[in-house]
């Protein structure tokens, strides 16, 4: 069984940076798909970027000028650079990955951007 354990969420100011951290222990196959998703108090769950085992990335529209999703595929990780955070951008941030078509979740990581 796989299991995501994410890192790097916390409280910074408008204009901040913060780069959170997702590794998956477990696997022993490819991870075909690692993603980020986020939600806010009272909203539905959002994609905020996505890439692909071959390196290709998809984002959110209001993301992709900001943030910069990355793996490291030997440690089964994968990163969300975040910069030039809004307080919009306050959520919870989970973790995806789908491999051996399944989808698996983090637990979700706080992050929290002050005015």
């Known amino acids: 069984q796989m299991r995501l354990v994410e890192s790097g969420g916390g409280l910074v100011q408008a204009g901040g940076s913060l780069r959170l951290s997702c590794a998956a222990s477990?696997?022993?196959?490819?991870?075909?798909?690692m993603a980020w998703y986020r939600q806010a108090p009272g909203k539905q769950r959002e994609p905020v970027a996505l890439i692909y085992i071959g390196g290709n990335t998809l984002y959110g529209d209001s993301m992709k000028d900001r943030f910069t999703i990355s793996r490291d595929n030997a440690k089964n990780t994968v990163y969300l650079q975040m910069n030039s955070l809004k307080p919009e951008d306050t959520a919870v941030y989970y973790c995806?990955?789908?491999?051996?078509?399944?989808?698996?979740w983090g637990q979700g990581t706080q992050v929290t951007v002050s005015s």
């Open positions: 477990g696997s022993i196959l490819p991870i075909n798909v």
């Open positions: 995806y990955m789908y491999v051996n078509f399944r989808d698996y």
